[in-house]
């Protein structure tokens, strides 16, 4: 189990009654939206965070406040199954929540534990090139700009151009050691 406490923020693995959540989120058109997958129906919702549970390589880790237990958003980590990489997944904070504006903290502990429990070398992110918000949140976490990856992925019935972002486990290490 994976628990990890910020300065106000914590991230947690998830449990079967953090259902209700991630169904919330994952049939949201709004939450979805700049996700690279497509809005869910309830079953799809409630298969994939059944699967997300039992599996080794995709984590999801529930985003709640530091003493608090109520989830109010989700990031994941989908560890590759090549080299020692990693994807930083599906940052999702709820609207109106008090951790609102803590999305670049949550991405920070989710790579630092990554770098320093997983001994993963490289971890990287992306988002949508019309999510202009997100540059932000990628660079106040610590990844550094990489490429633009044209039309990699399709949701709405669109091709997306995807904004790449990285950080390298040794040069975490220099700028973010303790």
């Not at 106000?8 to 169904?23: H, N």
């Amino acid at each position: 189990m994976i628990d990890l406490c910020g300065r106000d923020v914590r991230l947690r693995s998830l449990r079967p009654g953090d259902l209700k959540v991630y169904t919330q989120v994952y049939t949201s058109a709004v939450l979805t939206r700049y996700l690279g997958v497509d809005r869910m129906d309830e079953d799809r919702a409630r298969a994939t965070f059944l699967a997300g549970l039992r599996s080794d390589r995709r984590i999801t880790l529930a985003i709640t406040e530091p003493d608090g237990e109520a989830v109010h958003g989700l990031i994941g980590l989908l560890l590759e199954d090549y080299g020692s990489s990693a994807m930083i997944t599906g940052l999702v904070l709820l609207p109106g929540s008090p951790i609102q504006g803590r999305g670049a903290q949550a991405g920070r502990l989710l790579i630092d534990y990554a770098f320093t429990h997983l001994g993963i070398h490289r971890i990287w992110a992306g988002h949508r090139r019309d999510q202009v918000l997100m540059e932000r949140i990628m660079l106040d976490a610590g990844l550094r700009p990489e490429a633009t990856l044209r039309q990699v992925f399709r949701t709405q019935g669109r091709w997306h151009d995807v904004v790449t972002y990285s950080a390298l486990s040794h040069e975490w290490g220099l700028v973010h050691a303790p």
